[in-house]
C-alpha cells in the first residue's frame, strides 16, 4: 500500500494540475494484478475516486467511473514516432536505427521502449550505435516481459489457433 504522505503529495499535485487547466490521466497495466492483491485496500480505491474533477463522480462507487482500455500494436507511424521523438527530446536521436529497433521491438510500446533504451544506453556508454550489444541488452530486460506474456496465454493461443479478433 502507497504511504500516505506519497497519496496526499500526489493530490496536491493533481489539484495544480487542475488550477493549470491540466487533468492528469492515469494509465494502469495489468491493473487485475491490483485489484487482486491484498496491498491494495479499499481505501487505495476511494483515494484514486477522490482525485476525480466533479463532485459527483468521486462520489460514484470506484468501478462505475473508471473503464478498462485495451490498447494493442501501434500503427507504423505511431511507432516511429514513439523511436523519434524522446530520443531526440533527450540528444540520442535514433532514427537511423529504427529498423533494427523495429526489428526487436515490433510495434508493442513496451517493447519498442525497451528497445529504445537499449539503444539510448548503447550511444551513452559506447558513443556509437552496437546492434549486437543493443539486442544483448533489449533481451536481458525484454525476455522475463515475454516469459510473463507466454505464461499466461491459453493454451490455443500459444498454438496460434485462436480465432482473428
Not at 4 to 16: G, I, N, R, Y
Not at 101 to 108: E, F, P, T, V, Y
Not at 119 to 145: K, M, P, S
Amino acid at each position: 500500500m502507497p504511504d500516505v504522505a506519497d497519496l496526499v503529495d500526489l493530490e496536491a499535485c493533481v489539484q495544480q494540475l487542475a488550477v493549470a487547466g491540466l487533468r492528469l490521466v492515469g494509465l494502469f497495466d495489468e491493473f487485475e494484478t491490483v485489484i487482486g492483491s491484498d496491498a491494495f485496500g479499499a481505501e487505495f480505491f476511494g483515494f484514486l475516486r477522490s482525485l476525480c474533477h466533479s463532485q459527483e463522480i468521486s462520489e460514484s462507487p470506484f468501478f462505475n467511473i473508471f473503464s478498462q482500455v485495451s490498447l494493442g500494436p501501434l500503427e507504423w507511424e505511431e511507432g516511429e514516432q514513439l523511436i523519434r521523438r524522446p530520443s531526440a527530446a533527450v540528444g540520442m536521436p535514433l532514427q537511423t536505427h529504427s529498423e533494427n529497433i523495429r526489428a526487436l521491438g515490433g510495434s508493442l510500446p513496451l517493447f519498442l521502449q525497451i528497445a529504445c533504451s537499449a539503444g539510448i544506453e548503447c550511444l551513452l556508454e559506447n558513443g556509437d550505435y552496437d546492434a549486437h550489444h543493443v539486442e544483448r541488452r533489449f533481451r536481458e530486460e525484454a525476455d522475463a516481459h515475454l516469459a510473463y506474456l507466454w505464461d499466461h496465454l491459453e493454451a490455443d493461443e500459444r498454438q496460434g489457433t485462436c480465432p482473428p479478433v
